[in-house]
């Protein structure tokens, strides 16, 4: 692991300041060949934020009315990377009107005054290729109006940076920013005149990438299902891009598209949006299937793993499990301790969720998102599967250690349905259980019987957990099984104690049930949503009780009681309300 505040990493930052000032010597490129398609998908609401001057990137929220975006002190690293890679491009051309662009042009213009010399965080290889596919995404957008300097200095700082990324792009970080840069240097070679030259290696350079970056499942390292998503999303650009200019497309390239495509089915829920695991959110509004759509690719996955997660599904019900260990090493920075959780989706309303990443509202909250207490699955004793470590001094974030090492799976049919069964060993080093999980769905898709149990089941881990029960003076290792709900679900706690009733705005009612041996509670939660102001309030149930023997086992069900009526229509879901 490289130590950001070494050698290494600070031969990089020199040489990303050097080939940065080369770079101001390219000669200005004399326009586009073909009038670029822009392809990015931005958000009205918040393009409507910004025009306001309401900045809100990286978990801060800084209100400045009538302040230039690059007059605002950043007030953390992450911040001014967010500033610097251009992606809030997409939400002003969201918003498209006259005042809208005029807005966009005096920001795009006052970034090349101000750092297109060479100068500036934003000089570097992950922020240069999201900058570059931005601008030349929505060139005809910034454009349209301006004099003739005006366009030339637009097209010299594209020239400039294209010529910035083909010295630096090798050492862009692994996984999406290294996609970024590749695709954002393709863009360039094929639509700015003079850089033809460029786009050769980059196409080499993107096709060994897909190679070696997306595994046989395809998926990466990072199993974020959302960063798998923009990966799928910025090949299928690059190759369409080729198609349109006369380019062969790789066939490792194709091939990593064909791989993915099934992958992104797996982790689709049934309301069209993607299971919020290790980093990820469940994307934008009609994303995905649009990428799938543009992609061309028909074929499902196997049955098994798709990136370590496995999919039931049955008539208007999907519950997808991350039924693996967590990503390692540099790969966890975003991962989350979350082996054996599930989510489950009715329709198009989620039900059980994740509480999702909180890195968009600070360190903190990220950190909380990232534990198992945050998940639908079981907690023992107050600890995660997996622990985190050491912070990185440049990122902050911290890798994943102690997680699971050994997590067996098989999906298989059951006699009424479809039927997942895993386990992991994160507790064993701790306490000498393994917890096993058992998930059966319903043909009809109208139940899911649980079965949680907490196993000692060697000789050693006996005696593991023999001395965790003499630390509890025999009392017991307290356990929680947490299941997380939408913030859009109402739910009661009813017959006492025996059950949980819980209300979708479709209209169906769902009801949580347990073999009663145990303490069933509602207690407070959040749903941690990417383009909000702050954490939404929600509720989760929590089955919680104490394990005294070598082995203890939690049966659970969720049932549907009410379907939904036939004259609801249950089409959208509501818009982000960037006020709550």
Not at 54 to 62: K, M, S
Not at 467 to 495: C, K, Q, W, Y
Not at 506 to 514: C, D
Request: hydrophobic share 40%.
């Amino acid at each position: 692991m490289s130590d950001p505040n070494g050698f290494a990493a600070a031969k990089a930052r020199f040489l990303n300041r050097v080939h940065a000032r080369l770079a101001t010597r390219t000669r200005a490129a004399t326009g586009f060949v073909s009038s670029p398609e822009p392809r990015t998908i931005g958000s009205f609401a918040k393009g409507r934020q910004l025009v306001a001057g309401n900045y809100l990137f990286a978990g801060y929220l800084i209100e400045a009315p009538n302040t230039s975006i690059w007059d605002v002190r950043s007030p953390d690293p992450t911040f001014e990377n967010a500033l610097n890679g251009f992606a809030w491009m997409d939400d002003l051309a969201a918003v498209g009107d006259s005042s809208t662009r005029e807005k966009a042009q005096t920001w795009l213009w006052e970034w090349i005054e101000k750092y297109g010399k060479g100068s500036g965080a934003g000089w570097t290889p992950d922020l240069t290729g999201r900058r570059l596919i931005r601008w030349i995404n929505h060139a005809l957008f910034v454009l349209r109006g301006q004099e003739a300097d005006a366009s030339e200095l637009f097209y010299r700082s594209l020239a400039q940076q294209t010529t910035f990324l083909s010295k630096r792009w090798h050492s862009a970080s692994p996984g999406l920013p290294r996609f970024e840069a590749l695709t954002g240097m393709i863009y360039a070679g094929l639509s700015l005149e003079g850089m033809e030259e460029l786009a050769k290696p980059a196409i080499k350079a993107l096709a060994k990438e897909c190679a070696t970056q997306v595994d046989s499942e395809g998926g990466l390292l990072t199993r974020n299902p959302e960063e798998l998503l923009s990966v799928f999303t910025l090949l299928t650009w690059a190759g369409a891009a080729l198609e349109e200019a006369g380019h062969e497309i790789p066939k490792s390239h194709l091939d990593a598209i064909e791989r993915i495509a099934p992958t992104l089915r797996t982790l689709r829920h049934s309301d069209g949006g993607l299971a919020r695991f290790h980093g990820g959110g469940r994307g934008q509004e009609g994303w995905l299937d649009h990428a799938l759509a543009s992609a061309g690719v028909k074929t499902s996955q196997a049955d098994g793993l798709s990136m370590g997660f496995a999919r039931l599904s049955a008539g208007r019900t999907s519950v997808i499990v991350d039924a693996a260990a967590p990503p390692s090493g540099d790969a966890s920075r975003s991962g989350h301790a979350s082996t054996l959780a599930f989510e489950l989706t009715s329709g198009r309303r989620p039900l059980v969720v994740s509480c999702g990443s909180g890195a968009s509202f600070g360190a903190e909250w990220r950190r909380a998102g990232r534990a198992t207490p945050s998940h639908s699955t079981v907690i023992l004793d107050g600890y995660s599967s997996a622990r985190l470590g050491d912070a990185d001094r440049a990122s902050s974030l911290e890798t994943l250690v102690d997680a699971p090492k050994h997590v067996p799976i098989e999906v298989s049919h059951a006699p009424d349905g479809l039927r997942f069964q895993g386990g992991h060993d994160g507790f064993e080093a701790i306490h000498g259980l393994t917890h096993a999980r058992t998930l059966e769905l319903t043909f009809d898709g109208r139940g899911l019987a649980g079965e949680d149990m907490l196993l000692a089941l060697e000789d050693t881990q006996k005696k593991r957990f023999d001395r965790s029960m003499d630390n509890t003076r025999l009392a017991g290792i307290p356990f929680d099984v947490r299941f997380h709900l939408h913030p859009e679900v109402d739910a009661t706690l009813d017959l006492g104690g025996a059950a949980v009733s819980m209300a979708l705005k479709s209209g169906e009612i769902w009801v949580l049930r347990h073999d009663g041996k145990f303490n069933l509670s509602l207690e407070p939660s959040v749903y941690l949503e990417t383009g909000r102001l702050k954490p939404r309030a929600t509720h989760q149930i929590v089955l919680s009780g104490r394990s005294v023997e070598y082995a203890t086992r939690i049966r659970w069900s969720l049932s549907k009681a009410q379907e939904t009526a036939i004259g609801v229509r249950d089409l959208n879901r509501d818009e982000i309300d960037l006020t709550e």
